[in-house]
């Protein structure tokens, strides 16, 4: 890492990577040219690169990734979670190869250009991962100009000037602007996504950056799906007649987020109707129950974190992604705590004793990742009866 007041471009380098703490990572430009500011972490998952790029949940972040080959299986216009990438950008350790699977229908460095996203390859992202651990996760900004010249000094003033997430809501800028129905179920190889049997119980689905497995998990369980705006109110969620709600995935600091959306899900809280959250979701049904969320460290990102359900002391090996937590000391005595990560301690899922509401920190639909947690949308649509 160089020292942005001397800092040239080495030979070949057409990226370059720009902590607002001063230091400066070069690499190769891949993807998109350009320039985009956000804050820098870290993603152990070794699959699910696509996925992890159109994560709703990334927005305004720049992605370090552990795995040293990501690229080398291509793209594919089915291992998406959204209509666009939310991911600002790619670190990577080893160049982009050409693709090697069956099922790619385009390189992962023309998919990256196709959606305006920047990478850079050659780091050495053990390191910017130790120093993540370190220091926390980073303001930062991201370039890629294919003749190499870089302004260092423009770039840090850009990274020094953000903002950071802390206090950001960005549920607002990656939630849908209209309402609309989902009849998509699960994957399968050599059948695609299944259409199933509409009907089942009615869920209103409130989308904070809402991932398109999580839907298509509700549908797989029989849940008839209706997904509605970060703001939409109480009185238009009960306009669709629903037995169930459910708290999406999302980006951002959750306290700002909960500003219009806790008052929301206070008033579902007292129709006593069941209730799933998950990430953001769970941090929000926190909030509204009276306890406090707080920024990490370095957050939780991968696709192999493991939790520990306190009703029978399984382990479940499971999907993050989170920056911010709910303060388990916080939590009032009505909340009792169901998970927990056993990389930290911190809360991983509650569920209240008086109501049917439940929620879990990590993203149980498994995309990426693990399959152990799908048995929480069977808990779902079971509280809503048959």
Same mark, same amino acid.
């Given at each position: 890492?160089?020292? &942005?007041?001397?800092?040239?471009?080495?030979?070949?380098?057409?990226?370059v990577?720009?902590?607002?703490?001063?230091?400066?990572?070069?690499?190769?430009?891949?993807?998109?040219?350009?320039?985009?500011?956000?804050?820098?972490?870290? $993603?152990t998952?070794?699959?699910?690169?696509?996925?992890?790029?159109?994560? @709703?949940?990334y927005?305004?972040?720049?992605?370090?990734?552990?795995? &040293?080959?990501?690229? $080398?299986?291509?793209?594919?216009?089915?291992?998406?979670?959204?209509?666009?990438?939310?991911?600002?950008?790619?670190?990577?350790?080893?160049?982009?190869?050409? @693709?090697?699977?069956?099922?790619?229908?385009?390189?992962?460095?023309?998919?990256m250009?196709?959606?305006?996203?920047?990478? !850079?390859?050659?780091?050495?992202?053990?390191?910017?991962?130790?120093?993540?651990?370190?220091?926390?996760?980073?303001?930062?900004? !991201?370039?890629?100009?294919?003749?190499?010249?870089?302004?260092?000094?423009?770039?840090?003033?850009?990274?020094?000037?953000?903002?950071?997430l802390?206090?950001?809501?960005?549920?607002?800028?990656?939630?849908?602007?209209?309402?609309?129905?989902?009849?998509?179920?699960?994957?399968k190889?050599?059948?695609?996504?299944?259409?199933?049997?509409?009907?089942?119980?009615?869920v209103?689905? !409130?989308?904070?950056?809402?991932?398109?497995?999580?839907?298509?998990?509700?549908?797989?369980?029989?849940?008839?799906?209706? !997904?509605?705006?970060?703001?939409?109110?109480?009185d238009?969620? #009960?306009?669709?007649? &629903?037995?169930?709600?459910?708290?999406?995935?999302?980006?951002?600091?959750?306290?700002?987020?909960?500003?219009?959306a806790?008052?929301?899900?206070?008033?579902?809280?007292?129709?006593?109707?069941?209730?799933?959250?998950?990430?953001?979701?769970?941090? #929000?049904?926190?909030?509204?129950?009276?306890?406090?969320?707080?920024?990490?460290?370095?957050?939780?990102?991968?696709?192999?974190?493991?939790?520990?359900?306190?009703?029978?002391?399984?382990?479940?090996?499971?999907?993050? $992604?989170?920056?911010?937590?709910?303060?388990?000391?916080?939590? @009032?005595?009505?909340?009792?705590?169901?998970?927990?990560?056993?990389?930290?301690?911190?809360?991983?899922?509650?569920?209240?004793?008086?109501?049917?509401?439940?929620?879990?920190?990590?993203? @149980?639909?498994?995309?990426?990742?693990?399959?152990?947690?799908?048995?929480?949308?069977?808990?779902?649509?079971? #509280?809503?009866?048959?």
């Amino acid at each position: 890492m160089a020292d &942005p007041k001397s800092s040239r471009a080495p030979s070949g380098a057409t990226g370059v990577l720009v902590l607002a703490s001063g230091e400066v990572v070069w690499g190769r430009g891949f993807g998109a040219e350009g320039q985009a500011v956000g804050e820098v972490c870290f $993603n152990t998952a070794m699959t699910g690169y696509q996925e992890v790029m159109t994560d @709703p949940s990334y927005a305004g972040q720049i992605i370090n990734f552990t795995f &040293p080959h990501i690229g $080398n299986v291509g793209t594919n216009p089915e291992d998406v979670e959204a209509l666009n990438p939310h991911a600002l950008g790619a670190i990577v350790r080893q160049d982009v190869t050409d @693709p090697s699977n069956f099922r790619s229908t385009q390189h992962f460095d023309a998919w990256m250009k196709a959606n305006g996203r920047i990478g !850079i390859s050659g780091v050495d992202t053990r390191a910017l991962t130790r120093l993540i651990r370190v220091a926390g996760a980073p303001n930062a900004v !991201i370039a890629h100009t294919a003749n190499g010249e870089f302004d260092v000094p423009a770039l840090l003033a850009r990274a020094k000037a953000w903002a950071g997430l802390e206090g950001m809501d960005l549920a607002k800028d990656v939630t849908t602007l209209q309402t609309y129905g989902w009849d998509q179920g699960l994957w399968k190889l050599g059948s695609g996504y299944a259409t199933p049997a509409k009907g089942g119980k009615k869920v209103v689905a !409130i989308d904070y950056g809402i991932k398109h497995n999580i839907l298509r998990n509700l549908v797989d369980v029989g849940c008839d799906v209706t !997904i509605v705006s970060a703001t939409t109110t109480f009185d238009e969620i #009960m306009a669709h007649a &629903p037995d169930g709600l459910f708290l999406s995935n999302g980006p951002g600091d959750p306290a700002a987020t909960g500003e219009y959306a806790v008052p929301v899900i206070k008033q579902w809280l007292e129709t006593k109707r069941p209730l799933f959250g998950i990430c953001l979701g769970h941090q #929000m049904l926190g909030l509204a129950v009276g306890a406090k969320t707080e920024k990490m460290h370095q957050g939780h990102r991968g696709a192999n974190h493991p939790v520990k359900r306190l009703s029978d002391g399984a382990v479940e090996i499971t999907s993050m $992604n989170h920056g911010f937590a709910v303060d388990a000391d916080t939590l @009032p005595a009505n909340a009792k705590a169901t998970h927990i990560s056993l990389f930290d301690g911190s809360n991983c899922g509650f569920e209240l004793a008086d109501q049917p509401a439940f929620s879990v920190q990590y993203h @149980p639909e498994a995309s990426p990742g693990p399959q152990d947690s799908h048995y929480l949308f069977e808990k779902f649509a079971g #509280m809503m009866g048959d």
